[in-house]
């Protein structure tokens, strides 16, 4: 509950920085609210009268405020369209891609780091740990450019663009098979830096417990090496892995929009692409709220379920 | 480790030099085009190929590390000093002091930070100086987090209090007995900050948002992306850079983090 009332004010504070960028662009402030187009003057007065621009600048962040707890993210006038729905069609393409990446990199980055921890200081968690290494490295933009080389230019195996064929969307199993051949390579590139550091702390949680008591007395109850893994340690790598993905959700929609940018993949990120290149400003600016709001409420989350998940943290 | 700490050490000081004597170690002007367009590696002298307005891409590249060590370089460097200064008053002061700082700190530490860089840059216009202080403004919380932990900690320290009795003022107390004690973790954390600032900057250069007026890594594979179907030589080089540069900081915290570390020392 205490973290919940700890939310609120960032929350607020996440609105008013919003705001603050709007009032300290260069130039005449409406211009952060209409984007950096030939608008008619009347539109750009009615824009400064509703956002009361001639007032003193409390009231202009009050009233900001206001509008967007109503849920008004303002107009775009490049999409002529309200930034709220204009957000909202993208969504969808976006939570299927970082959704699908996110399920890949939990599922592949613990495995991997189990049976690592399991041949600790062998040949393979050697190799593995080199692997991951390197892979932490790589900007998954350019991971993106590369799969796109491999496997759609050179193979010719997958699509490189988009998220369905261009020529109408197959119906039934024939359709999803394409959209799954679209999302293939952006999820992979999505997935790779997070996948190694999720393998990372898998195994450093999971080499933390093998000589705890409780692992031990499995083993005298006769638990086999598979079982005691899989029944026993990763259950602690559990909590780890969660906070992980929840303080790097940040980090996981900028890459999103990186990898949307590189595979032409209809969501979020590709939006946030065009509007900066059409300097469409308050669809920039409603996004930058999106995703802090969500990075808030990733913050909350992770640390709710780590409570339920792991009593000793209460 | 210790062999792969020589690598990274090497490839570092490799990529340093280059940015240094970039005119002499480039063969070729990197901003100016020629009627050879689009040519592979290893044709007419140009290694790795030249870009769709007849750039070298070698040339490119070595003028881009300017860029990209710069950005990290001060970007961690700064970053380090704001996160001690805030690290240590929160810590030393406890108090009002500390909550509010950590209030703060948990609030630029909330940021999307890579989203906000890009639409801070996108809303006030590109350039190097603006670059380096967005990563700077959204990096600091890290090391203030850990600095704050550790001051907190060496407050009562014996040897903090035999300090004070001996009269020593607090501020000095502070700079000269406690700060110095908790700077090794800070280093590591620079080391990554670079890397993570590094690859910012990329990410930035990649989105169109870099100084139009200087070759960057990022910039380069924002102009591969059009040209990955005739040319994947623009977007290989440039790439593979950023990742060995980043994986080279990466490597050099490890052995940082294992040498500074007491318990790991054998």
């Not at chain 1, 003057?41 to 009268?49: I, P």
């Not at chain 1, 997935?191 to 008591?213: E, H, M, P």
């Not at chain 2, 200064?85 to 890579?114: C, K, N, S, Y």
């Amino acid at each position: 509950m205490r973290r919940i009332l700890h939310a609120i004010p960032l929350l607020l504070a996440v609105i008013l920085l919003n705001y603050g960028l709007i009032a300290a662009t260069p130039g005449d402030p409406v211009t952060a609210l209409v984007g950096d187009f030939p608008a008619p003057a009347a539109y750009r007065a009615q824009v400064r009268h509703d956002y009361g621009l001639d007032k003193p600048v409390p009231i202009q962040a009050l009233r900001y405020l206001v509008r967007v707890l109503h849920g008004d993210l303002g107009y775009s006038f490049a999409n002529r369209q309200p930034v709220v729905s204009l957000i909202a069609g993208r969504l969808l393409a976006t939570l299927e891609l970082v959704g699908t990446a996110l399920a890949f990199a939990s599922i592949a980055g613990v495995l991997l780091g189990a049976v690592s921890a399991q041949f600790g200081g062998g040949i393979f968690d050697r190799a593995t740990r080199g692997a991951l290494t390197v892979g932490y490295a790589l900007p998954e933009f350019w991971v993106g450019q590369m799969l796109i080389l491999c496997f759609a230019i050179w193979l010719g195996w997958l699509p490189s663009q988009g998220a369905h064929a261009i020529r109408g969307a197959a119906g039934g199993w024939a359709g999803i098979a394409d959209g799954l051949r679209h999302l293939l390579l952006p999820a992979i590139a999505l997935s790779l830096r997070y996948l190694a550091l999720i393998a990372r702390v898998t195994r450093t949680s999971i080499l933390d417990v093998l000589g705890a008591n409780f692992v031990l007395a499995a083993r005298a109850r006769g638990a086999g090496s598979i079982r005691v893994l899989f029944g026993h340690a990763l259950r602690n790598a559990a909590a780890p892995v969660l906070n992980t993905i929840g303080f790097n959700l940040g980090f996981i929609l900028a890459g999103s929009a990186l990898v949307e940018t590189v595979f032409g993949w209809p969501g979020i990120g590709r939006l946030l692409f065009d509007s900066i290149e059409s300097r469409d400003y308050p669809t920039m600016l409603g996004i930058l709220l999106l995703v802090s709001v969500c990075v808030v409420g990733a913050n909350l989350l992770t640390d709710i379920v780590h409570r339920l998940v792991d009593p000793r943290v209460a | 480790m210790k062999r792969q700490g020589w690598m990274a050490a090497a490839w570092l000081i490799a990529l340093v030099l280059a940015a240094v004597f970039a005119p002499a170690v480039a063969n070729f002007d990197p901003y100016s085009g020629s009627a050879d367009s689009l040519l592979p590696p290893f044709t007419q002298g140009h290694w790795f190929g030249t870009d769709d307005l007849g750039r070298d891409i070698w040339a490119e590249t070595v003028f881009g590390a300017r860029v990209s060590l710069i950005v990290g370089v001060s970007a961690a460097l700064l970053g380090a000093i704001v996160g001690v200064a805030m690290g240590a008053l929160a810590g030393w002061h406890r108090g009002a002091v500390d909550a509010t700082l950590m209030r703060l700190t948990e609030f630029f530490q909330i940021l999307p930070r890579f989203v906000l860089a890009m639409i801070v840059i996108a809303l006030f216009g590109p350039g190097i100086g603006k670059v380096i202080l967005v990563i700077t403004v959204l990096a600091w919380p890290q090391t203030a987090r850990m600095v704050r932990a550790s001051v907190a900690t060496l407050r009562r320290a014996p040897f903090v209090e035999a300090a004070r009795i001996g009269g020593m003022p607090g501020s000095r107390v502070l700079m000269q007995e406690v700060v110095p004690n908790v700077l090794a973790p800070v280093i590591v954390l620079a080391a990554m900050d670079v890397a993570a600032a590094i690859l910012l900057e990329a990410g930035l250069g990649f989105f169109g948002l870099g100084d139009p007026n200087l070759v960057s890594w990022g910039a380069m594979l924002n102009e591969a992306q059009q040209y990955l179907r005739s040319a994947w030589w623009m977007a290989v080089f440039p790439g593979a850079t950023i990742a060995l540069t980043v994986l080279a900081f990466n490597r050099l915290a490890d052995v940082l983090n294992a040498g500074l570390d007491p318990r790991g020392r054998s």
